[in-house]
């Protein structure tokens, strides 16, 4: 069996743009501009998420309370690198996707959350409600932890294990998302910065 080959894209700080709203933990970059700044390199794999797959109407209102979840990211680092792949986990969800979790358009989910998961993507997987229909919920970017007096801290959940990482901070595997509303904001800001 062939050898794959591995190529790491650089992207750079002038390729991202950042969500207007400063307490919203989102970052976009064109995949066209990040190709043609590697060369053109054509074979890049990606599975977008479609805006059909986003309800922004009161959809979500009639979901279940609990619903099951899945998150596609990189925990801990750890991934399928001979295949490029990142690693699949399956949670719940811990707070009602129709109202915004304590105020803010985010919701809470119970899935082993760790350094590496940040900005992995979720997606409803309940089977039974959707048939084989797929609802992009959001994207993760923060979770609770306990620090070593026992107080609850709230932590940006790191996308690698950096020497700021708390060790001894365990982790309660829950976490935040931002809702999927927001992404659609920063998408629609990088089709204007890129037009």
Not at 51 to 64: L, Q
Not at 106 to 122: C, F, H, K, L, Q
């Amino acid at each position: 069996m062939a050898e794959r080959a591995q190529r790491v894209l650089t992207i750079r700080p002038d390729q991202w743009v950042f969500h207007e709203d400063p307490n919203v933990d989102l970052a976009a970059a064109s995949l066209a501009r990040i190709a043609e700044a590697a060369g053109g390199v054509t074979d890049l794999f990606c599975s977008p998420i479609g805006r059909y797959t986003i309800r922004v109407d009161n959809e979500a209102e009639r979901y279940p309370a609990a619903m099951q979840i899945a998150m596609a990211g990189y925990p801990n680092g750890l991934w399928d690198e001979h295949n490029n792949l990142p690693l699949l986990r399956r949670g719940v969800t811990a707070s009602h996707p129709g109202v915004d979790f304590d105020g803010r358009p985010e919701i809470a989910v119970d899935i082993a959350s760790y350094p590496g998961s940040s900005g992995s993507p979720i997606w409803f997987h309940d089977r039974q409600y959707f048939g084989s229909a797929v609802r992009f919920l959001g994207v993760l970017y923060a979770g609770p932890t306990i620090d070593e007096d026992g107080r609850q801290l709230i932590q940006p959940i790191a996308s690698e294990l950096g020497p700021d990482f708390q060790r001894h901070s365990p982790m309660l595997h829950l976490g935040y998302a931002i809702k999927a509303r927001r992404v659609l904001e920063i998408a629609n800001q990088l089709g204007r910065a890129v037009a």
